[in-house]
């Protein structure tokens, strides 16, 4: 079974600018959830998409949106970018109803904002 | 809120010899799973271990076991026999059950292995 694809892998962007990141779970997997990873905070949580509906949402932004189509492939958007949100954008699927809470991983979209 | 905290940012184990990564959490709720993560330079997240927090057992994954303190809300990684392939960034991780399953993370601690 294919796991969690991520596209693009590496992104340069310039300030004021939007950007749009992709995610493909695994098969099957019909949550999707979003983290931004950065050296300084760490791992933060920044929706969770079950269903096509935003379940769940971190403390961030506006600027930061995401929406999740019926195959369960979720994209998020940034808009306004500013040199903060560079970062690494890691993708989490999980099968809702599994007891474990398990979640999958992608390997990430790095974003440079310059 | 949960938190979750790691107040290693380094370790360093021989290689073969044993190594405990720290962590403590804080939750009000009482059902919930804690996890370890590894995130090595590829940068794949992937879990090295689950524990449910209603189990009183320690949960074990061939060289990884876990130190569960329950009234301590202590979750510590103890890595045995350590190969060069263990050295990584290692993530502890909170997550409620029920709808509100996000995974809360510490911040990291990043293991080397000297062989």
């Known amino acids: 079974k294919a796991g969690v694809t991520q596209t693009p892998r590496y992104l340069i962007k310039t300030r004021g600018q939007q950007v749009t990141l992709s995610c493909s779970p695994i098969?099957?997997?019909?949550?999707v959830s979003w983290y931004q990873q950065t050296p300084g905070q760490g791992l933060q949580f920044l929706f969770e998409?079950?269903?096509?509906?935003?379940?769940n949402k971190g403390n961030f932004p506006g600027r930061f949106s995401g929406r999740q189509f019926s195959n369960s492939r979720s994209e998020m958007n940034v808009s306004t970018l500013e040199l903060g949100d560079s970062a690494l954008y890691l993708c989490a699927s999980s099968l809702i109803g599994q007891s474990s809470y398990e979640q999958y991983f992608g390997p990430g979209t790095r974003l440079t904002v310059t | 809120a949960q938190t979750v905290t790691q107040s290693q940012p380094e370790m360093s184990v021989q290689e073969a010899e044993t190594v405990t990564l720290s962590c403590t959490y804080d939750t009000s709720e009482s059902d919930y799973y804690l996890f370890w993560y590894k995130q090595p330079p590829s940068r794949q997240m992937i879990l090295v271990i689950r524990q449910e927090a209603y189990k009183q057992q320690n949960a074990t994954e061939n060289r990884f076991s876990v130190n569960f303190q329950k009234a301590a809300k202590s979750f510590s990684l103890k890595i045995s026999d350590s190969q060069l392939g263990d050295a990584a960034m290692y993530f502890c991780?909170?997550?409620?059950?029920?709808?509100?399953?996000?995974?809360?993370f510490g911040k990291g601690i990043t293991l080397s292995v000297r062989p």
């Open positions: 098969s099957g997997h019909r949550s």
């Open positions: 991780a909170l997550a409620l059950t029920g709808a509100n399953s996000k995974l809360t």
């Open positions: 998409y079950f269903s096509e509906t935003q379940r």
